[in-house]
């Protein structure tokens, strides 16, 4: 039961430094938030491009043959 008190207190105060401890954000790790949220704009603009690429096909498609007079 002392090892168990023993480590549960060594945790416990390790913890509370890092709490404590205001080191602040570094220069990798808003790298690494940048890099997640250029992957998402780019995956979401990709994404949507297909969207709206394929909705201007089909309407072009649909002015093209009505502009000859056959109808969408």
């Known amino acids: 039961m002392l090892l168990l008190s023993t480590t549960f207190n060594y945790v416990r105060t390790k913890v509370a430094d890092l709490r404590t401890r205001e080191d602040g954000v570094t220069a ?4 690494l938030m ?5 992957i998402l704009l780019v995956g979401g603009v990709l994404a949507l491009f297909d969207a709206v690429q394929a909705k201007f096909d089909r309407d072009a498609g649909c002015a093209a043959t009505a502009y000859k007079g056959e109808g969408c």
């Not at 940048?34 to 250029?38: D, G, L, N, R, Y």
């Open 34 to 38: 940048v890099t997640v949220v250029v």
């Open 28 to 31: 990798v790790e808003y790298a």
